[in-house]
């Protein structure tokens, strides 16, 4: 709106009669002296009389972790929000999204919400925090999950890694021998293929890296631990979500025809 067009009209004639008691409230504190200033998020009055409902937040909060680097209670500011409901043609509810960035690794992470009339709602973040999948063994799951949110600890995440493939290997039935051996057994059995077999070693030396400090290369860069996460993730789906997915699909085609 022009400044001309504010310049003399009253901050109560703009804002939206839901949030003007409370606003007037403050204002009357700030005017007998009982604090010193206040800062809200208005809802305005368009002068098409629309409501100008943009401000999704300047945070992004109730976020434990971010979900690009898994930092533990990230800064999440924003940088876009659209400035009305986003249109729909298929008669759903309509959304307003927003894109934040995370002071930690400057990646960028985008919400969806709702709005309800007098607040927002966020209903889901893009990309979604990461979880290990259910399917995967407890001890080798928990292992998953500590690799996903130690992202921003190189380190860290690599022993996490490297924990999650031998809990996997120890949940197929392979338990006895040094994971190396274990590995390769996989392998003379046809549970994992060479391929596979080479990128576990990966994981297993460098997770060893840090494990034992290795006096050359003790430390992971972020893109070596990242690729060792993603090898254990994609090792958990091959040997136990994928497999879990087909039972459940025979059994239920079973089922259908009974």
Known sequence: MPFETLNGTPFADVTHPDDLEADMSLFREGL???????AVERRYVRPDRSIDTSLMGDLLLDLARCPQCAIA???????????????????GQERWWACYTCSSCGDVVGARAIFDGRNFHVEENFPNAKMAHED??????RFLQQAFETLHAPDA?????????????????????????????????????????DWAHEVRLGSNR???ADVNR??????EARQSVEF???????????????????????????
């Open 136 to 141: 995967i063994p407890e001890i080798a799951r």
């Open 218 to 223: 003790p430390h992971m860069t972020a893109d």
């Open 73 to 91: 209670s990230p800064r999440l500011s924003v940088v876009w929000a659209s400035p009305r409901a986003m249109p729909r043609t298929d008669g």
């Open 32 to 38: 007998a002296g009982l604090r010193d200033g206040y």
């Open 157 to 197: 995440a690599a022993v996490m890694a490297g924990s999650a493939v031998d809990g996997m290997l120890k949940a197929k039935g392979y338990e006895k021998g040094s994971l190396y051996n274990r590995i390769d057994k996989a392998v003379g059995d046809n549970v994992l293929t060479q391929g596979m077999a």
């Open 232 to 258: 254990a993730e994609a090792l958990g789906n091959f040997l136990f979500v994928l497999t879990a997915k087909i039972d459940r699909g025979i059994k239920a085609a079973k089922a259908g025809e009974s």
């Open 210 to 212: 840090p494990r034992h």
